[in-house]
C-alpha cells in the first residue's frame, strides 16, 4: 500500500543512522586491528613480511566491496556457518578497511626518520618495542588526518550493505521508497543524512592536516 | 567443510561474463575519461575561478564526496523520473559514475595545481607565452605530473565501484555474476570467478598506467 512520506518515516530514517554508525564503528575495529598488522609488516626492515603485507594490500583493494560482501556473505554460509548480514558486512568491511588503514599507516610509519628506529635498536629495544615506544607515538600524529579522511570513505561505503540485506541508512531508504513511492525526496534525505555525517568529519580532517603542516 | 566447489556450471556460463567484462570494460572507459576532463575543468575553477564560480564548485565537490555513490545513483536512477526526467539504465549509470568521479579527480587535481608555484607561471608569461600555453605547459602537465599516483589510483577504485551500478541492473560483470548465481546456485563459486577477473583487471591498470606515466612524462 502507498502512503504519504511522513515525519514518522523521517524519524525512522534518522533511527537508521545509527546502525550506519554501528557498522562503521565495527569495521573501524576490526579493520584497525589488521590494519596494525599489515602496517607493521609493511614497514619492517624483513622483505618477506613487506612483499606478503603490499601483496594483501594489492589483493584487498584489487577486488570491489561489493564481491568480498558477497563472498563472505555466501562464503561463510557453505563453510556451515548461516550468519546475519550484519556479522557477514563486518567480516566484508573490516578486510576491506584493513588494506586501506594498512597502507595509511605503514606510510605513517616509514615516514619516522630511520635514525628513530636506530636509537630504540641501539638501547636494545626489540622490533614491537621500537613500534609501541618510539614510533607509534611519533606516526600517529602523522596518520590521523588521513585516518578520518579514510572513516568518511566508511561511513558512505557500508552504504553497500543494504545490498546484503543489512537494514542501516541506504536499506532503510529503500524500504521508505517502496512504501511511499517518493524516491526522490527519500534519497535526497538520505543523502542529506550522510552528509551530516560526513561533512564534520570531512572539515576535521582538513584542519588536522593544516595543523600538522604548521607544527613542521 | 563438506562442500565440493563446482566451478564447472559457472563456467559454463562464460557468455554472460564476457558481455558483463565488456561492459565494465566500456563503462570504466567512459566514465574515466569524461571523470577526467570534469575533474581538470572543475579542479581550475577551484583554483583560477571567479569567487562565486569557485564556491559552486567547492559545493558540487563537497556535496558529491561527502555522500555514498550507490545513493547518488539511486538519486538519479529512480528520483529523477519523478520530475519527469527518466533515463536508462546506462545513461544514468554513466551520469551518477561520471558526476562521482569527476568530484574526486577535481579534488586530486585541484592539489596538483596548487602544486605549481605561482613564480613558474609568471615565468611562463614573462616568456611570452599566452594564457592556454601557460596552462597547458606549465601547469596542467606537471601538475597531473605530480599528482599521477593518486590520480590513476583513483581510476582504478573507480572501475571497482562500477561495480554498484548492478543494483539497477546494468549487466555489467557483477551483476552477471547475480544472473548466473540465480541461474546455478554456485553462489560462491561464481563470485570467486567475478572477483579473480576484477582482481587482474585492476592489475592491469596498474601496470597500464605507470606504462603510460613512462610514456607521458619520460621527458620532464
Known amino acids: 500500500m502507498i502512503r504519504e512520506l511522513s515525519g514518522t518515516d523521517m524519524l525512522y530514517l534518522i533511527g537508521a543512522m545509527r546502525w550506519t554508525v554501528f557498522l562503521t564503528f565495527l569495521a573501524l575495529s576490526g579493520g584497525g586491528a589488521i ?19 603490499r601483496g594483501y594490500v594489492v589483493f584487498v583493494q584489487g577486488i570491489p566491496l561489493l564481491v568480498w560482501l558477497f563472498i563472505f556473505y555466501f562464503g561463510l554460509s557453505i563453510m556451515g556457518y548461516n550468519l546475519p548480514p550484519w556479522i557477514a558486512a563486518t567480516i566484508g568491511f573490516s578486510v576491506y578497511a584493513s588494506a586501506f588503514l594498512g597502507e595509511i599507516w605503514r606510510g605513517a610509519l616509514i615516514s619516522i626518520p630511520r635514525t628513530q628506529w636506530e636509537a630504540g635498536l641501539s638501547i636494545g629495544l626489540t622490533y614491537i618495542e621500537q613500534l609501541r615506544h618510539v614510533i607509534i607515538p611519533q606516526a600517529v600524529r602523522v596518520a590521523i ?10 561511513i558512505k561505503n557500508t552504504s553497500l550493505a543494504a545490498v546484503i540485506g543489512f537494514v542501516e541508512l541506504t536499506r532503510e531508504g529503500q524500504l521508505t521508497t517502496a512504501a511511499t513511492f517518493q524516491p526522490f525526496a527519500v534519497y535526497l534525505i538520505v543523502a542529506a543524512l550522510y552528509f551530516s555525517l560526513c561533512y564534520p568529519l570531512t572539515r576535521y580532517s582538513r584542519i588536522l592536516e593544516r595543523q600538522r603542516r604548521v607544527a613542521r | 567443510m563438506a562442500y565440493t566447489f563446482q566451478f564447472r556450471d559457472v563456467l559454463a556460463q562464460q557468455d554472460a561474463i564476457v558481455n558483463g567484462l565488456v561492459l565494465t570494460l566500456e ?12 575533474g581538470i575543468l572543475v579542479a581550475a575553477v577551484l ?6 564560480a569557485r564556491k559552486a564548485a567547492a559545493v558540487y565537490v563537497e556535496m558529491i564526496r561527502n555522500t555514498p555513490l550507490i545513493v547518488q545513483l539511486f538519486l ?10 527518466k533515463l536508462d539504465v ?5 551520469l551518477a559514475l561520471t558526476i562521482n568521479l569527476g568530484a574526486y579527480t577535481a579534488e586530486i587535481v585541484r592539489a596538483g595545481f596548487e602544486s605549481i608555484p605561482k ?14 600555453q601557460v596552462f597547458r605547459h606549465v601547469v596542467l602537465l606537471p601538475a597531473l605530473k605530480n599528482v599521477y599516483p593518486s590520480l590513476t589510483s583513483q581510476f582504478v577504485l573507480m572501475m571497482l565501484a562500477t561495480s554498484v551500478v548492478s543494483q539497477i541492473s546494468a549487466a555489467e560483470l557483477f551483476h552477471a555474476g547475480s544472473i548466473i548465481q540465480s541461474r546455478t546456485f554456485r553462489d560462491f563459486e561464481v563470485y570467486t570467478v567475478i572477483a579473480v577477473l576484477y582482481l587482474c583487471l585492476s592489475l592491469l591498470m596498474r601496470v597500464g598506467f605507470s606504462a603510460c606515466y613512462r610514456l607521458f612524462f619520460r621527458k620532464s
Open chain 1, 35 to 53: 590494519g596494525l598488522l599489515i602496517a607493521a609488516c609493511g614497514a619492517s626492515t624483513r622483505a618477506t613480511l613487506r612483499y606478503l603485507a
Open chain 1, 145 to 154: 588526518p588521513p585516518t578520518v579522511g579514510f572513516i568518511v570513505q566508511l
Open chain 2, 27 to 38: 563503462l570504466s572507459a567512459g566514465i574515466i575519461a569524461l571523470g577526467f576532463a570534469i
Open chain 2, 47 to 52: 583554483v583560477y575561478g571567479k569567487p562565486w
Open chain 2, 76 to 85: 538519479i536512477f529512480f528520483g529523477l523520473p519523478s520530475l519527469g526526467l
Open chain 2, 90 to 94: 546506462i545513461t544514468a549509470s554513466v
Open chain 2, 119 to 132: 613564480s613558474q607561471i609568471e615565468a611562463g608569461i614573462s616568456l611570452g607565452l599566452t594564457g592556454p
